[in-house]
């Protein structure tokens, strides 16, 4: 890789790591060829960048980013995983990959402007997402309106239920009593 390359590289992980909501640091030593591709697949099902960068490359490439925190852990061969959406993404394809393969390490990550160790990104990656976050709002602002909802509908429901009851029973003779 001649200089330009290099510049060229640093500059396009300049801007994304300017942009990252969330990133983590991982150790892939000892991952087959093989292995790593089935890593890389979970993360880019999951919409996450997963990058192998020269250490030298990443540390300029940091400086002047949210990132920058993370830089003096660019050491040995490391993987950047990073996500420009959501800050909790990075973490749970991470996660998911530490369980599959065990050569797959995580050593470190970043959300929120600050530092992560890696037991902290592992409780990131428990945390509920955007969308199920979402969800979760959506049924709250729901429950109002289908409670009222049955409770009008019990109203009519019992009446209906009580003229069958009197319908069967004058069909069985009961007449009125």
Known sequence: MNRTQKEQMVAELHGDFAAT????LAGYKGLSVKE???????????????????NSLAK???????????????VGPIAIAYSLEDPLTAAKAAADCAKEQDKFEILC???????LDAGSVSELAKMPGK????A????????????????????????????????????EGGGDE
């Open 21 to 24: 909501q969330g990133a983590v």
């Open 36 to 54: 790593f591709m089935e890593v890389r697949k979970i993360f880019r099902d999951k919409g996450v960048t997963l990058k192998v960068v020269k």
């Open 60 to 74: 300029i490439a940091v400086e002047g980013t949210p990132l920058d925190c993370i830089a003096n852990d660019f």
């Open 109 to 115: 990550g970043y959300a929120d402007n600050e530092r």
């Open 131 to 134: 969308d199920e976050l979402r």
């Open 136 to 171: 979760q709002l959506l049924g709250m602002f729901m429950a109002p309106a289908q409670q009222l909802v049955q409770v009008m509908n019990a109203v009519p429901q019992q009446v209906a239920v009580l003229l069958s009851a009197r319908q069967t029973k004058l069909e």
